[in-house]
């Protein structure tokens, strides 16, 4: 049993072009496959909360990948694991380490100081640089937590932060730029997308900016996390953070004339926004995926035989 859900763990990630390393298995391991698919409805979206798959020790998953690389059912090479006959990818990803390297040198140049900037209560890394996916044509995908009376200022000063050092994403323009493709008004449990690829999006963020409002968030959603990945754990939460520059310029805003632009700003963003099953506004969050590969993932996956 843990063999095959290890083997089908690789699998999805397989999909993705990812070889994992053991504690990324550990992490990221999924339940019996079978299992798992009875739990979602058509579109593979988390119908009902059974019980939770029992957590495996890191040490029992360090002795079945000895066993099974032994066997030769999956293969190893400088401390990554993939399927076998895709050893290729993890060549990649070891070459493509040093793409992620630079890019974290633009994020704690442009990133964190957008801590002072108003309203934004936590920032997250996502996407590829988070997980070690990144290419030399990635961008830096970010979720960022706004306050809920002012997600629209606060999502018009943070663009306006990046466009104005010319490190933004926008048009063709991609390469080592920060994509702001995802606002929540308050941290707390999503009710719809709870699928196994916007899981494992949640479970792998970097919290960069306030961590404890990140950390909040993953943990009101926690519950249906672990149906997908009955192994992940986010810790404490840690201690609250505040920038008195932040708190400084906001009182500009907090004021009839803040609650007049937050509303016209509103008005005016959503008129511009083209919606469709990956793009879409909501009175509490953004999402901006219209190149998402959701939909072939989550078919690819659950449909294969194993």
């Not at 798992?36 to 998953?61: C, G, M, N, Q, W």
């Not at 830096?140 to 663009?159: G, N």
């Not at 005016?268 to 072939?296: C, G, M, T, Y």
């Amino acid at each position: 049993m843990l063999a095959q859900r290890i083997i089908d763990t690789l699998r999805f990630f397989d999909l993705q072009n990812l070889p994992l390393t053991a504690y990324e298995i550990h992490k990221f391991l999924l339940p019996d496959k079978s299992l798992l698919k009875s739990k979602l409805d058509e579109r593979y979206e988390l119908d009902e909360f059974p019980p939770v798959t029992a957590p495996v020790h890191l040490d029992t998953i360090l002795t079945q990948l000895y066993i099974l690389t032994r066997e030769q059912a999956i293969a190893c090479l400088k401390g990554h694991y993939c399927l076998l006959g895709r050893e290729q990818i993890i060549q990649d990803r070891l070459r493509n380490y040093l793409y992620g390297v630079r890019r974290e040198k633009l994020i704690r140049r442009y990133l964190k100081p957008a801590r002072h900037i108003p309203f934004v209560r936590g920032v997250a890394i996502a996407g590829s640089q988070a997980l070690g996916q990144q290419r030399s044509t990635s961008d830096i995908d970010l979720l960022i937590i706004t306050d809920s009376k002012y997600m629209w200022t606060a999502r018009t000063l943070l663009s306006a932060w990046f466009h104005l050092f010319g490190v933004r994403r926008h048009g063709k323009k991609i390469t080592n730029r920060f994509c702001l493709n995802h606002y929540l008004a308050d941290p707390k449990e999503l009710s719809s997308e709870r699928n196994l690829y916007t899981a494992m999006e949640y479970a792998k963020l970097r919290p960069v900016i306030y961590p404890h409002r990140i950390v909040k968030f993953q943990k009101a959603n926690k519950e249906w996390l672990k149906q997908f990945f009955p192994n992940i754990e986010f810790g404490a939460i840690p201690v609250k953070q505040t920038s008195g520059l932040q708190v400084l310029l906001e009182k500009v805003f907090t004021n009839s004339f803040g609650q007049w632009l937050e509303k016209r700003l509103g008005n005016w963003q959503r008129k511009r926004i083209n919606q469709d099953n990956f793009v879409f506004v909501r009175p509490n969050e953004l999402r901006f995926h219209p190149d998402s590969k959701q939909a072939s993932l989550l078919k690819g996956y659950f449909d294969s035989a194993r």
